[in-house]
């Protein structure tokens, strides 16, 4: 039950933290080494793929687009990643060389069932990267790596998705293990900053107070667009999602980048624009650049919403409000810069007086195409 939350959202995001832990589980060794034999892809499928390909919908397929980044940037293996609605209609070139990643929370994802099933009548090999035990999707493909995210009720989907993360982070991993990609300094890293991950994100957790409070002071407003770019742009496509399908707001993630081309023309006097902000380390270009678009809406009237890592003290000049994540490498930031997306759409659709765990015209898991 709700064990004393108002609402199976709110226990959703509160368990995180433990969700994470629980996918981790049993699965790196302290040397750091991935341990996957439970997932049963033979070897040298492993050795021979030429390219990934992730299927997905909704929130899965935000957390395929993250996939990418990590995915090609450790394996050096091409990656596309496709709505399997779209995917199934346009005569995909798929062979024996290629790995087809199906996510999904329920495993009965009807499009993205079909998507699979067609990626394997291609002679790809299918993985599934699932919530559930036994549901179709696992039990139609090659191999599994199960997320242990534990029941996931409400239906817009929070704790699935930071498991989903995981599960991608750790097939990444795994995938340049077997490809014999070098393990330097920064997959090294990656494995034990994701170790802390779990208490990252308690720390989160503790300091969404002002979000909440922006969030109710902004249950007015009719429109926020989210900003990102490299993992943010993701993030920023979650963070609508959850806003549309909870607080039935009109809401659009945009990468940074495109801003000039178009979307800037929607910036007007006190728009809430929530900005994802990339480590100031590491690649600090990403940084610098989205430091300026922020200054460029601004001096057009955007009320800045800046998600940034702690003490960048770069970006807190430009934030009309800032909101402070912990450091980590920049492919792991989703796991931590989209809690603060969940509680915001959570708490504004609650101020805008909608029922939060059963939004209307949704469903839990979409067996229809
Ligand atoms: C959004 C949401 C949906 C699902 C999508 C895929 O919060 O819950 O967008 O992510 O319907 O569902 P699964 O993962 O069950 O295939």
């Not at 902004?218 to 399908?245: I, N, S, W």
Request: aromatic fraction near 4%; proline fraction near 5%.
């Amino acid at each position: 039950e709700k064990s004393g939350y108002a609402s199976f959202m709110l226990k959703e995001i509160a368990e995180q933290p433990k969700a994470v832990a629980d996918t981790l589980l049993g699965r790196v060794d302290e040397s750091g080494t991935l341990l996957l034999d439970e997932v049963r892809v033979p070897p040298e499928v492993l050795r021979e793929t030429s390219k990934v390909v992730v299927v997905a919908c909704g929130t899965a397929f935000h957390a395929g687009l993250i996939a990418k980044y990590a995915i090609e940037h450790w394996t050096r293996l091409p990656c596309e990643v496709e709505l399997a609605s779209e995917f199934r209609y346009r005569d995909p070139i798929l062979d024996h060389g290629t790995l087809v990643i199906a996510i999904s929370q329920s495993g009965e994802t009807m499009d993205t069932l079909m998507a699979l099933r067609h990626a394997r009548e291609q002679g790809a090999h299918v993985l599934a990267i699932c919530n559930t035990n036994g549901s179709t999707i696992p039990r139609e493909s090659d191999a599994v790596l199960y997320t242990h995210a534990g029941p996931e009720v409400a239906v817009a989907s929070t704790k699935a998705f930071l498991t989903q993360l995981v599960a991608c982070y750790l097939v990444a991993l795994w995938l340049a293990q077997h490809r014999g990609e070098k393990f330097g300094d920064e997959i090294g890293e990656v494995v034990s900053e994701l170790a802390g991950i779990p208490g990252d994100l308690e720390r989160v957790l503790e300091t969404m107070e002002p979000v909440r409070e922006l969030a109710r002071s902004l249950a007015g407003h009719d429109t926020v667009l989210f900003l990102g770019r490299h993992v943010g742009y993701p993030v920023a496509l979650e963070g609508a999602l959850k806003l549309k399908e909870l607080a039935y707001m009109h809401a659009e993630g945009f990468a940074a980048g495109e801003l000039k081309h178009g979307p800037i023309a929607l910036i007007d006097q006190g728009l809430p624009v929530v900005v994802l902000v990339p480590s100031p380390r590491g690649r600090s270009v990403l940084h610098d650049k989205i430091v300026s678009n922020i200054q460029e809406i601004r001096a057009r009237g955007a009320r800045t919403v800046v998600i940034a890592e702690e003490g960048d003290e770069a970006v807190a000049p430009y934030a009309d409000h800032l909101i402070e994540i912990p450091e980590v490498p920049t492919l792991l930031q989703p796991l931590v810069a989209t809690v603060p997306l969940q509680v915001f759409a959570c708490e504004l659709a609650t101020a805008r007086g909608n029922e939060v765990d059963q939004p209307r015209n949704l469903a839990k898991s979409v067996t229809v195409e």
